[in-house]
């Protein structure tokens, strides 16, 4: 019995090898959900399907499409799991599960479903590590079969933080049309830095366009991302240059996904502009590819992305059942699970797709786990200056490469150059009209007087540039009985200017709602100003300070003083030196020559005294 075990086995294995041999060469079943009016993934999809087929490659025996759309998570279970059910009933359940949905309530609704029902999902939607809901607690084991790989589109505004970065902006507008989704980039895209910022997608209508750049410079935005494809840039731009929104006071930057595009000067009349655009690998077969397999679809980063990520994961699977290593599935129909537990199953699907070796249609896949996978690719960054509608400067500053994070590279020297497309920051300073503190100059087109050269000497030590403008009335400004101002003070109130010069004077009202600086005139009594005479310095100054004769009268009466104490105390009776037999014992005893009467004097016009004194009545007197 025991020598029947070994050829029995064989036997089953050899069994279970021809059974996956036999279900490879049956073909795939493939299940395909993604975003209603998506073309470029619905193209690249068909253009792969080809190429699996011209090249023998995985066999596609079912390939069922299903579009979602809207945020009702209802309709989309309804459409999903009813396709899905008639797979199963038709006996063609699904190998593998292309989710090319972005992001959403649809697209969440689709990895709950290939979650709970251990459908095999390779997925490209949108979102870092732990972005998508349903996918963020996944065993290791389910992390091998429901994989995510963003696609170019979602790691591409990443290049906004890092040109924020190296130009160390304070502000951003970010613009975008549906060529980009950027609903989830507000949370991480600025993450971080110091950046006030507004993400909105860009208005179609120029009416609209206009009123769209002009709050934004309401707001006190003043640089600028248009993300979108050349059409979108040109009506972004042509609104700004009629807008006048160009020169030192604004910063704009601009991006798109058409591979190797350059910048269309005929928008403006003068503008300068950071571009960026994708640069087409040279292993990228995407261009003979539109021949060969009708990959038409644009823009080529897109399409190149969904044609690798479908023949990859589809060559996968068919390489795992041909090996046998693909397991037996049984399947359940959304209505008939009632379990609260996933299915699990036991599939290496990203070992297998990374073991796929094909020709990359764009750029190559790096797969490494959930958010944190994606089709690596460069962009190329150039500066425009543009004059009278033409390109007065080309600059070409350096390549963005794609990952997470993106790396930015500056070519030699132009890290600078980025710099000086950050917007300065410049005060709008209202004005009144009153000489000689500000006039204006009609031959220099300047205005002049004292203000004028206050605040420009202000310019020189702070380090900021400013535009100057009269009060539209003309006035310093007053409150009504409405409480309403007018004037100057009008202007700084409603925020439509950032400073105030001129004969401005302080008054309480005027405190209440405006801050003055220290007053630097003053109309209060009469001045009469003088040159300040040229004293001249000497090493005896301190004498100075008394007259010549009192002096005479201090040194006289020094010297006579000391004269008679040394007088009194030689001839005394009572002086110390004439009775030293009396003051033998005595501590305080001092013998007064003329010397130390001098010296006596000399120290007793000082705070500490002349220490001890005379011995008789007549010296101390």
């Known amino acids: 019995m025991s020598s029947q075990v070994g050829p029995m086995v064989t036997m089953v294995t050899l069994v279970a090898s021809l059974l996956s041999m036999s279900s490879a060469q049956d073909g795939l079943n493939v299940y395909v959900v993604m975003d209603a009016g998506n073309t470029v993934a619905e193209g690249a999809i068909g253009s792969a399907m080809t190429y699996l087929e011209k090249n023998k490659g995985a066999k596609v025996a079912k390939k069922s499409v299903v579009e979602v759309e809207g945020s009702e998570a209802y309709v989309t279970v309804e459409k999903?799991?009813?396709?899905?059910?008639?797979?199963?009933?038709?006996?063609?359940?699904?190998?593998?599960?292309?989710?090319?949905?972005?992001?959403?309530?649809?697209?969440?609704?689709?990895?709950?479903?290939?979650?709970?029902?251990?459908?095999?999902?390779v997925s490209a939607a949108l979102g870092e590590e732990g972005d998508i809901r349903e996918w963020r607690e996944l065993t290791d084991e389910q992390k091998k079969y429901l994989i995510q790989v963003r696609p170019p589109g979602d790691l591409l505004p990443s290049i906004i933080r890092d040109l924020a970065l190296a130009s160390n902006i304070t502000n951003a507008g970010i613009l975008y049309d549906k060529t980009f989704v950027m609903d989830h980039q507000y949370k991480s895209l600025l993450l971080n830095m110091p950046v006030r910022h507004i993400i909105n997608k860009v208005k179609t209508s120029s009416a609209d366009l206009?009123?769209?750049?002009?709050?934004?410079e309401e707001m006190d935005i003043k640089n600028y991302f248009i993300l979108g494809n050349s059409e979108t840039l040109m009506n972004v731009y042509k609104a700004a240059n009629e807008l006048k929104m160009y020169g030192e006071k604004y910063a704009w930057f601009a991006g798109t996904k058409e591979s190797g595009a350059e910048f269309d000067s005929s928008c403006c009349d003068e503008m300068a502009v950071a571009f960026f655009a994708p640069i087409l690998p040279s292993s990228a077969q995407i261009r003979s590819y539109k021949s060969m397999y009708g990959l038409t679809a644009t823009p080529e980063i897109?399409?190149?992305?969904?044609?690798d990520l479908a023949v990859r994961s589809l060559t996968a699977v068919h390489n795992m059942k041909s090996?046998?290593?693909?397991?037996?599935?049984?399947?359940?129909?959304?209505?008939?699970?009632?379990?609260?537990?996933?299915?699990?199953?036991?599939?290496?699907?990203?070992?297998?797709?990374?073991?796929v070796s094909m020709p990359d249609a764009y750029g190559s896949m790096m797969l490494v786990s959930n958010g944190l996978s994606y089709m690596s690719f460069d962009l190329g960054v150039v500066t425009y200056e543009i004059m009278s509608g033409k390109i007065a400067n080309r600059m070409d500053i350096g390549t963005w490469t794609s990952g997470t994070p993106g790396t930015m590279k500056f070519k030699a020297g132009m890290e600078e150059k980025i710099v000086q497309f950050r917007a300065k920051t410049v005060y709008r300073v209202v004005t009144v009209v009153q000489p000689p503190f500000m006039l204006w100059n009609e031959t220099t087109k300047k205005y002049e007087g004292y203000c004028a050269d206050l605040i420009e000497e202000l310019t020189k030590i702070m380090d900021f540039e400013y535009e100057i403008y009269e009060a539209p009335d003309g006035k310093y400004g007053r409150m009504d009985e409405n409480e309403e101002w007018d004037g100057l003070i009008a202007e700084l109130v409603n925020k439509k200017a950032d400073m105030a010069v001129g004969a401005l004077s302080v008054m309480a009202e005027r405190e209440n709602v405006v801050d003055f600086t220290v007053p630097y005139?003053?109309?209060?009594?009469?001045?009469?100003?003088?040159?300040?005479?040229?004293?001249?310095?000497?090493?005896?100054?301190?004498?100075?300070?008394?007259?010549?004769?009192?002096?005479?009268c201090i040194l006289a009466a020094y010297f006579v003083t000391s004269v008679l104490m040394w007088i009194f105390d030689?001839?005394?009776?009572?002086?110390?030196?004439?009775?030293?037999?009396?003051?033998?014992?005595?501590?305080?005893?001092?013998?007064?020559?003329?010397?130390?009467?001098?010296?006596?004097?000399?120290?007793?016009?000082?705070?500490?005294?002349?220490?001890?004194?005379?011995?008789?009545?007549?010296?101390?007197?």
């Open 323 to 355: 090996g046998g290593s693909w397991p037996e599935m049984t399947y359940t129909k959304c209505s008939e699970y009632t379990s609260d537990v996933p299915i699990d199953r036991s599939i290496d699907l990203i070992s297998s797709i990374k073991s």
């Open 302 to 307: 897109d399409a190149g992305f969904y044609f």
């Open 210 to 216: 206009k009123k769209q750049l002009t709050r934004l």
């Open 570 to 621: 030689r001839w005394s009776p009572y002086s110390y030196q004439n009775n030293m037999e009396k003051y033998e014992d005595d501590d305080e005893k001092r013998y007064f020559n003329f010397k130390e009467s001098l010296w006596f004097c000399m120290t007793s016009l000082t705070p500490q005294g002349g220490g001890e004194a005379p011995k008789n009545l007549s010296g101390r007197l």
């Open 521 to 552: 005139y003053d109309l209060v009594g009469i001045t009469i100003m003088m040159k300040k005479p040229k004293v001249p310095t000497s090493l005896f100054k301190f004498l100075s300070v008394l007259e010549d004769s009192v002096w005479g």
């Open 80 to 121: 999903v799991c009813g396709e899905l059910d008639s797979m199963l009933d038709g006996g063609t359940p699904p190998d593998l599960v292309l989710d090319l949905t972005k992001i959403g309530i649809s697209s969440e609704v689709v990895k709950s479903l290939s979650l709970t029902l251990g459908l095999p999902t």
